[in-house]
């Protein structure tokens, strides 16, 4: 976030120096107000990228074995940009390389899922992922019944699923 802060800073003096270097070179023919202007553009323009970016930086940086599964793309009125072009705000990254098959039920495997949201702490979970039957659970950590859910359109099932020799 700080580097983030920093950016957007340079790039406020960045596009008032661009914009009083235009003014100088104009002769002063410009109004010297285009100067403030430019640099909120120019702050906004390097939050908007910041915030648009940040799937890919992230997604791009997560570990090995691990595949972004399912992104949640948010609009929001005070960003009415993303009316245009939705942002993600957050995603669900499984490692697909390690699953752990269960010695006792075939097609039963638990994943590590990593849960992670712009401006959130990332949080992890293991998830319980039935191949055979096409349904998840949480497992509960009271050694109670796990709540299966069944969906077949769940994006954690067909991903973990998909791999070759699973399901």
Not at 44 to 65: F, H, K, M, Q
Not at 145 to 152: C, E, G, I, L
Request: hydrophobic share 50%; aromatic share 10%; with cysteine.
């Amino acid at each position: 976030m700080l580097w983030e802060l920093i950016a957007v800073f340079v790039a406020g003096f960045a596009g008032a120096g661009i914009m009083l270097a235009l003014v100088k070179a104009t002769g002063n023919r410009l109004p010297r107000w285009l100067v403030p202007v430019a640099a909120g553009a120019a702050m906004l323009t390097a939050s908007i990228a910041s915030e648009y970016g940040w799937y890919d930086r992230t997604e791009a940086a997560l570990p090995d074995g691990f595949a972004a599964v399912t992104a949640n793309e948010s609009r929001a009125f005070w960003r009415p940009w993303t009316y245009v072009v939705p942002m993600v705000d957050r995603f669900i990254a499984v490692d697909l390389d390690h699953p752990a098959a269960n010695a006792q039920t075939e097609g039963l495997y638990m994943v590590r899922a990593a849960f992670y949201g712009r401006w959130r702490p990332t949080s992890e979970a293991q998830i319980m992922v039935d191949c055979t039957r096409g349904r998840t659970a949480i497992p509960s950590g009271d050694a109670g019944t796990p709540v299966w859910r069944t969906d077949p359109q769940d994006p954690i099932l067909a991903a973990v699923c998909t791999q070759e020799g699973m399901g």
